[in-house]
């Protein structure tokens, strides 16, 4: 395997660089998240954060978020900009559910995130990671963990979680591996985690049919 030079050195990290370069919402997306979520039920919103920021692959998920009718989304590449958001919805809806979706290098945001939102008491019901590149430790306040895991051997892709990774036991803690790459990882992950909810909803819909 041929070696990188200093100059190919220099250019990989710098494209490395610029695709984890942090990224806000802008005010016309927040107004948009905020105008879905006034008109729906269930106030739930998931934070989505990208690993990688020029590939977009987060971003791209917002349709089917909202195609299932399920939350409000916006994606961004830091947890500062998403806490923004967070509180805003908060404040306007104390009862709204919060999940944090991050992929590859988006866990280290993620626990940031997390963390932000502990101290401010807004509880986390879902936290996913998609192939995180990362070891972090999962904050008091997430009620539920899962990893979702690639069978490529990507490799930024790190070791898989343990229990050992949560900072209370009280949260629910799972990891699944996937038939997936890398890239395609969190859409198929999201899939199955539509069918479940749709799964769920279609019993609920049973045992509890309309009068």
Known sequence: ???????????????????VTPFGISEDKKREVLSQLSSMNLKEYSAMIEGFGAMGVMKELEPSFRYHGVIG????????????LIEEVYLRWPNALFDID????????AEELA??????GIKIKNMRLYGPFQQI??????????????DDGYAFQGPAYTRGNLESQETSFSVREL????????GDAMGNVFSSRTRQRRIHQKTCPRA
Do not use: D, Y
Not at 73 to 84: H, L, M, R, W
Not at 102 to 109: F, R, V
Not at 137 to 150: D, L
């Open 1 to 19: 395997m041929k070696r990188l030079g200093g100059a190919g050195l220099v250019f990989l990290i710098s494209c490395l660089s610029g695709c």
């Open 102 to 109: 991050a992929h590859s290098m988006g866990a280290g945001p």
């Open 179 to 186: 038939h997936s790459t890398h890239m395609s990882l969190p």
């Open 73 to 84: 989304c916006a994606t961004a590449g830091n947890a500062e900009a998403q806490f923004e």
């Open 137 to 150: 430790r999962v904050p008091a306040g997430v009620e539920n963990f899962i990893e979702f895991r690639s």
């Open 115 to 120: 963390r932000l939102c502990n101290r401010r």
